[in-house]
């Protein structure tokens, strides 16, 4: 009866995994985005955020729910950030190509903010305007 108390305990998720933990990094992520103007200082640390939501499992539905939303709002937003560099860094000059990437990068972030609000619902949060979206 040991061995099986053994296995058991290793099949729970880690003590850290809990929908407390997606809550906080879902927190965190949406501060660091409203905080940061500039989208390369931010790339590094939202990356590294979502990276950690990668690795965690909310310990309920709903935990599970938000967790999965939370990832594919910081993907949407990595997107937009890509989006908006290639704008500022590739376009000079090319008004088509500019106007494109704008237009990607305004849609990628909407994106983005809708399911990090989707998110914040699953964990009964209000999540507001993220990056003016």
């Known amino acids: 009866m040991l061995s099986v108390g053994v296995t058991l305990g290793?099949?729970?998720?880690p003590a850290g995994a809990t929908d407390a933990t997606v809550k906080a990094r879902l927190l965190?992520?949406?501060?660091?985005?409203?905080?940061?103007?500039?989208?390369?200082k931010l790339r590094a640390p939202l990356a590294h955020t979502l990276a950690g939501l990668r690795h965690d499992r909310g310990s309920t539905a709903a935990g599970r729910r938000g967790r999965m939303l939370a990832i594919q709002?910081?993907?949407?937003?990595?997107k937009?950030?890509?989006k908006e560099h290639d704008f500022t860094v590739n376009d000079s000059g090319n008004v088509e190509?500019?106007?494109?990437?704008?237009?990607a990068a305004d849609r990628y972030f909407t994106r983005g903010a809708n399911l990090l609000r989707a998110a914040g619902r699953a964990f009964d949060l209000r999540i507001g305007k993220v990056k003016g979206h």
């Open 10 to 13: 290793v099949l729970v998720s």
């Open 80 to 82: 937009g950030i890509a």
């Open 97 to 103: 190509a500019a106007t494109r990437d704008a237009k």
């Open 73 to 78: 709002g910081f993907v949407w937003t990595l």
């Open 28 to 40: 965190r992520g949406v501060a660091q985005i409203r905080s940061s103007h500039n989208a390369e």
